[in-house]
């Protein structure tokens, strides 16, 4: 059997900018967690769990789908 593949983009800095320049230590304080998490998640270094993506969409008053992409091709 072939091992999955796929990555998981996202949108979190545009929608930071788009939302009156948000820090990622303004997201990061909204959502819970490290300025550190928020800059490892927006650079695609580390998945959030469900419910941190949830609170991120929440923040930001976006479908969940809005903030994050799944790319099945991504190796």
């Given at each position: 059997m072939e091992p999955a593949?796929?990555?998981?983009?996202?949108?979190i800095r545009q929608l930071?900018?788009?939302h009156g320049e948000m820090t990622q230590q303004e997201l990061?304080?909204?959502?819970?967690?490290?300025?550190q998490t928020?800059?490892?998640?927006?650079?695609?270094?580390y998945a959030?769990?469900?419910?941190?993506?949830f609170r991120i969409a929440l923040v930001f008053a976006v479908p969940l789908e809005t903030v994050f992409q799944f790319d099945p091709d991504a190796k």
């Open positions: 593949r796929g990555s998981v983009k996202n949108r930071r900018f788009e990061a304080e909204r959502i819970g967690v490290s300025r928020v800059n490892a998640i927006e650079g695609g270094k959030p769990s469900l419910e941190v993506a």
